[in-house]
């Protein structure tokens, strides 16, 4: 049922004055005039989260151009556009959001396009004293500045098409190149005159002064046609093991960067835009401290003195060595075709072993097979390319199928010379290094302990409360916004019933199938898949199965069925 404005303006002042709980029986639909409000979920004091509601407008007011909106990627770049123009002008109102989305360009919850019309789902802090309720005020809120916010962001006429426009037509033409690097045997993608450096250490937003635009080797130099009609070129990054060297802050760190982001779409003058890299790439580094529970880090640790078997691994505090080996071999069979690693954020012990120590410490007394000696067999045994920035060492030359140097931002290919500098001795281990990729199968009953009583939750981007433990995910460095960590908590939630489900039909479920079922169902329904209510689903926004498998195995409590 539909109640006019007039209605909720008497019901909000007939509030004033009263306890803050009151305010629940607002929870309905209404008509603004300009557009429907619906409010699903009602806050229940003013230190809660913030109410849910949902700005209506019919598709005739919106009228949207099809063309942008007959195809999954011209959705993603139309509501993220909307979203855009609807948090501009949010943000001029108290206590109402709709999330602030940051230099990529993501699938969210918060525009939707739906056979009502076309939905803002927006957070609202209703107005209070204390634990009074502030009714008059929230009258003016709901009945009169939530009504404009919708004519100024979500009817046609104050929609700016060409600006809409141009937003699609980018964002399809950089995941149509997305689509092609795969085919064309490329990992990554840098076009020429991409400005890669950010403006500060805790800004993502591009450097303004003094930046050098990207330009590509010859020697790497290629070039796509892509959907509008552009062609853009720049320096493809080849399968294989790829080094990037140079002194310290000429920006080889910056190039890796640049492509551990490039997963994402990139936003217009972001300067990243045609930073592209492979949907299934990950970053990998160490992280002292973290749970790894029964993965398999044998081919680069075993035969410990405490004879913990490698093969099954399992710590609550691992050691950067440890950690690093268990992120890699994760993300493997997690299903990442290349990996992204920097020297700066790795464990030394794990990455390198130099002559003077091999012989200091013969092979037979160290447990640690370096990644030096493995990264060869990775790609040979698994197709798993790695990018990997250098600084300290030449180690890695005598592996590498290609060598960057980076001098004050600028790229050369010194593939020739790295050669020349390399160990012709090495050698390449005799035999099978590593298996098949390998599943895990999580017990259904660690995925929903006794003592969990509410819905994980986000808190922030590098925190899920799950339970009584806390998820810390601020080493995943591909997770980029704290919307996706909120649907990476409501993923694991949603993992846990999909897996005590199967235990009662069919017995334990591995991850990786629990993790690919659930993405099925987002591709079939969409994000609202990962929310149990109905109506407004909160601010979420796509994260990829390999952050998912991350947070999983960053579970504390997770335990293995033991095959």
Same mark, same amino acid.
């Given at each position: 049922?539909?109640?006019?404005?007039?209605?909720?303006?008497?019901?909000?002042?007939?509030?004033?004055?009263?306890?803050?709980?009151?305010?629940?029986? !607002?929870?309905?639909?209404?008509? !603004?005039?300009?557009?429907?409000?619906?409010?699903?979920?009602?806050?229940?004091? @003013?230190?809660?989260?913030?109410?849910?509601?949902?700005?209506? %407008?019919?598709?005739?007011?919106? +009228?949207?151009?099809?063309?942008?909106?007959?195809?999954?990627?011209?959705?993603?770049?139309?509501?993220?556009?909307?979203?855009?123009?609807?948090?501009?002008?949010?943000?001029? =109102?108290?206590?109402?959001?709709? /999330?602030?989305?940051?230099?990529?360009?993501?699938?969210?919850?918060?525009?939707?396009?739906?056979?009502?019309?076309?939905?803002?789902?927006?957070? %609202?802090?209703?107005?209070?004293?204390?634990?009074?309720?502030?009714?008059?005020?929230?009258?003016?809120? =709901?009945?009169?500045?939530?009504?404009?916010?919708?004519?100024?962001?979500?009817?046609?006429?104050?929609?700016?098409?060409?600006?809409?426009?141009?937003?699609?037509?980018?964002?399809?033409?950089?995941?149509?190149?997305?689509?092609? =690097?795969?085919?064309?045997?490329?990992?990554?993608?840098?076009?020429?005159?991409?400005?890669?450096?950010?403006?500060?250490?805790?800004?993502?937003? @591009? !450097?303004?002064?003094?930046?050098?635009?990207?330009?590509? @080797?010859?020697?790497?130099?290629?070039?796509?046609?892509?959907?509008?009609?552009?062609?853009?070129?720049?320096?493809?990054?080849?399968?294989?093991?790829?080094?990037?060297?140079?002194? /310290?802050?000429?920006?080889?760190?910056?190039?890796?960067? &640049?492509?551990?982001?490039?997963?994402?779409?990139?936003?217009?003058?972001?300067?990243?835009?045609?930073?592209?890299?492979?949907?299934?790439?990950?970053?990998?580094?160490?992280?002292? /401290?973290?749970?790894?529970?029964?993965?398999?880090?044998?081919?680069?640790?075993?035969?410990?003195?405490?004879?913990?078997?490698?093969?099954?691994?399992?710590?609550?505090?691992?050691?950067?060595?440890?950690?690093?080996?268990?992120?890699? %071999?994760? &993300?493997?069979?997690?299903?990442?075709?290349?990996?992204?690693?920097?020297?700066?954020?790795?464990?030394? +012990?794990?990455?390198?072993?130099?002559?003077?120590?091999?012989?200091?410490?013969?092979?037979?007394?160290?447990?640690?097979?370096?990644?030096?000696?493995?990264?060869?067999?990775?790609?040979?045994?698994?197709?798993?390319?790695?990018?990997?920035?250098?600084?300290?060492?030449?180690?890695?030359?005598?592996?590498?199928?290609?060598?960057?140097? !980076?001098?004050?931002?600028?790229?050369?290919?010194?593939?020739?010379?790295?050669?020349?500098?390399?160990?012709?001795?090495?050698?390449?281990?005799?035999?099978?290094?590593?298996?098949?990729?390998?599943?895990?199968?999580?017990?259904?009953?660690?995925?929903?302990?006794?003592?969990?009583?509410?819905?994980?939750?986000?808190?922030?981007?590098?925190?899920?409360?799950?339970?009584?433990?806390?998820?810390?995910?601020?080493?995943?460095?591909?997770?980029?916004?704290?919307?996706?960590?909120? &649907?990476?908590?409501?993923?694991?939630?949603?993992?846990?019933?999909?897996?005590?489900?199967?235990?009662?039909?069919?017995?334990?479920?591995?991850?990786?199938?629990?993790?690919?079922?659930?993405?099925?169902?987002?591709?079939?329904?969409?994000?609202?898949?990962?929310?149990?209510?109905?109506?407004?689903?909160?601010?979420?926004?796509?994260?990829? @199965?390999?952050?998912?498998?991350?947070?999983?195995?960053?579970?504390?409590?997770?335990?293995?069925?033991?095959?």
């Amino acid at each position: 049922m539909t109640t006019d404005k007039d209605e909720l303006v008497r019901t909000l002042t007939s509030l004033d004055g009263r306890g803050y709980g009151s305010y629940k029986q !607002l929870k309905g639909t209404y008509d !603004l005039g300009p557009c429907r409000l619906l409010i699903d979920h009602v806050q229940t004091d @003013p230190f809660a989260p913030p109410s849910l509601m949902r700005l209506v %407008v019919d598709a005739e007011a919106a +009228n949207l151009p099809q063309d942008l909106i007959d195809d999954c990627r011209g959705r993603v770049a139309v509501t993220d556009f909307l979203a855009r123009v609807v948090a501009k002008e949010a943000s001029s =109102l108290h206590g109402v959001s709709i /999330g602030t989305p940051q230099q990529e360009v993501l699938e969210r919850t918060s525009i939707a396009l739906t056979d009502q019309g076309l939905e803002a789902r927006i957070s %609202v802090q209703l107005p209070a004293a204390g634990r009074r309720i502030k009714g008059r005020e929230a009258s003016r809120l =709901l009945t009169e500045d939530l009504p404009r916010l919708a004519e100024r962001s979500l009817l046609h006429a104050s929609i700016d098409v060409d600006a809409l426009r141009a937003h699609a037509t980018l964002h399809r033409d950089q995941e149509a190149l997305r689509d092609q =690097l795969a085919e064309r045997h490329l990992v990554a993608f840098v076009g020429d005159g991409a400005i890669l450096p950010r403006r500060s250490g805790d800004s993502d937003l @591009p !450097l303004t002064d003094g930046a050098v635009p990207f330009d590509s @080797p010859e020697s790497l130099r290629v070039t796509f046609d892509l959907p509008s009609g552009r062609q853009v070129s720049g320096m493809g990054v080849p399968d294989g093991v790829t080094v990037i060297v140079g002194g /310290g802050y000429h920006g080889k760190s910056t190039l890796l960067r &640049a492509m551990e982001r490039g997963v994402y779409p990139h936003l217009e003058g972001d300067g990243r835009e045609w930073a592209i890299t492979r949907g299934d790439v990950g970053s990998v580094r160490a992280e002292d /401290g973290r749970a790894v529970t029964g993965v398999d880090i044998s081919p680069f640790i075993s035969g410990l003195p405490s004879g913990t078997d490698t093969r099954s691994f399992t710590t609550t505090n691992a050691s950067g060595s440890t950690s690093q080996a268990a992120s890699l %071999v994760e &993300a493997v069979d997690a299903g990442a075709s290349a990996l992204l690693i920097d020297e700066d954020t790795s464990a030394t +012990n794990f990455m390198i072993r130099d002559e003077r120590m091999r012989v200091l410490i013969p092979a037979d007394r160290e447990p640690i097979t370096p990644f030096v000696d493995r990264i060869r067999p990775l790609y040979k045994e698994r197709g798993v390319s790695t990018v990997l920035v250098a600084g300290g060492s030449g180690a890695f030359f005598d592996v590498a199928d290609h060598v960057i140097a !980076l001098d004050e931002y600028v790229p050369r290919d010194v593939t020739d010379q790295a050669r020349a500098l390399a160990d012709e001795a090495s050698s390449e281990p005799s035999g099978a290094v590593f298996g098949p990729a390998r599943s895990r199968t999580p017990d259904p009953d660690s995925l929903r302990p006794a003592d969990k009583k509410k819905p994980a939750t986000a808190r922030g981007r590098d925190i899920i409360r799950f339970g009584r433990e806390q998820i810390e995910l601020a080493a995943v460095s591909q997770l980029v916004d704290s919307a996706q960590t909120e &649907a990476v908590a409501k993923a694991l939630d949603r993992l846990a019933e999909l897996a005590a489900s199967s235990s009662a039909n069919q017995g334990a479920t591995q991850l990786d199938a629990a993790i690919r079922d659930l993405f099925a169902r987002i591709d079939a329904d969409g994000l609202e898949a990962l929310s149990p209510h109905r109506g407004h689903p909160g601010h979420l926004a796509r994260p990829r @199965p390999l952050e998912v498998h991350a947070a999983v195995n960053r579970y504390r409590g997770l335990q293995v069925v033991r095959g």
